[in-house]
C-alpha cells in the first residue's frame, strides 16, 4: 500500500501575546519605581579587610566629605518623617510640602537648618553644588547632635514595633533577633579629611553616650 505523504509546513508560533505581556510588565515598573536621588555628597573611604555589612533596617549615618562637611542620614520613611518634625519644631523652619516630601527622598542632609529650605528645593545636582559648610557641631550650634539625638529616639521606637510585630509572624525555628531592630550607628568618612572633623562627629555620639559606633570601609583583599 501506498505512504500517505502529509504535507509540510513550517511550524510558527504566535508572539503577540507575548510581545504584549512584556510591555505591559515595564509599563508597570516604569510606573511603579520611585527613583532615588542622587548622592549629595560622594566621599572615597579607606579601605580594610573587615567583612562586617553596614545595617541598613536601622541605620543612623554621618559622613565626612573631603571638605570636611557634615552629613546625616537614617533609613526609614517613618522615622525621617518624625525627626525632620521635631528639627523643625527645634528651629523654627518652614517647609512646604514639596520641601519636606523631598527630605523622604534624599539620601543625606548636610547644611544648616536655616539653609533647609533652600537646599530642599535643589535637585541632586544643584544640592551637590549647594554653598554650605555642612550640618553645625559646634559648641555653640550643634545641630549634628539634635539630628542624632532625634533619629535615636525614634529609631528605638520603630524598632521596639517592628519586632513585636515580626516576632509574632516569624516562624518557631527561625526567631528574630532584638539586637537586628536597635540602632546601628555609622561614620563614613572620606579618606583625605582632616581628622578633626572626623573627631567631632565622634565626639557627638559620644556625648550622647552612643559608644557603639560603626566605621565605614571599602573591601580589601586579605594579606
Known amino acids: 500500500m501506498a505512504k500517505i505523504k502529509m ?40 579601605s580594610s579587610i573587615g567583612d562586617k555589612e553596614v545595617p541598613e533596617k536601622t541605620l543612623i549615618m ?13 533609613s526609614g520613611e517613618e522615622v ?12 523654627k523652619v518652614k517647609l512646604d510640602k514639596k520641601q519636606f516630601d523631598e527630605f523622604l527622598k534624599i539620601t543625606s542632609i548636610g547644611c544648616d537648618m536655616s539653609e533647609l529650605p533652600a537646599y530642599l ?4 545636582a544643584g544640592r551637590k ?22 533619629a ?19 516562624p518557631k525555628d527561625q526567631p528574630v533577633l532584638a539586637d537586628d531592630y536597635k540602632p546601628k550607628f555609622v561614620l563614613k568618612v572620606e579618606g583625605e579629611a582632616e581628622y578633626v572633623r572626623a573627631k567631632a ?14 566605621f565605614v570601609t571599602s573591601a580589601e583583599a586579605k594579606p
Open 62 to 74: 554621618v559622613t565626612v566629605d573631603k571638605g570636611g562637611r557634615l552629613f546625616f542620614n537614617c
Open 152 to 170: 535615636n529616639e525614634e529609631m528605638l521606637a520603630y524598632g521596639k514595633s517592628k519586632y513585636l510585630e515580626d516576632s509574632e509572624n516569624a
Open 7 to 46: 504535507p509540510k509546513g513550517t511550524p510558527s508560533l504566535d508572539m503577540t501575546p507575548m510581545v504584549d505581556l512584556a510591555f505591559l510588565l515595564v509599563t508597570f515598573f516604569m510606573l511603579a519605581a520611585s527613583f532615588r536621588s542622587n548622592e549629595p555628597v560622594d566621599v572615597t573611604i579607606p
Open 201 to 214: 562627629a565622634i565626639e557627638v555620639f559620644r556625648d550622647l553616650n552612643l559608644n557603639n559606633l560603626n
Open 121 to 124: 528645593s535643589l535637585d541632586g
Open 129 to 150: 553644588d549647594f554653598k554650605t559648610y555642612g550640618i553645625p557641631a559646634d559648641s555653640t550650634n550643634n545641630q549634628l547632635k539634635d539630628w542624632i539625638r532625634f
Open 80 to 91: 525621617r518623617r518624625n525627626v525632620l518634625t521635631k528639627m523643625i519644631d527645634r528651629y
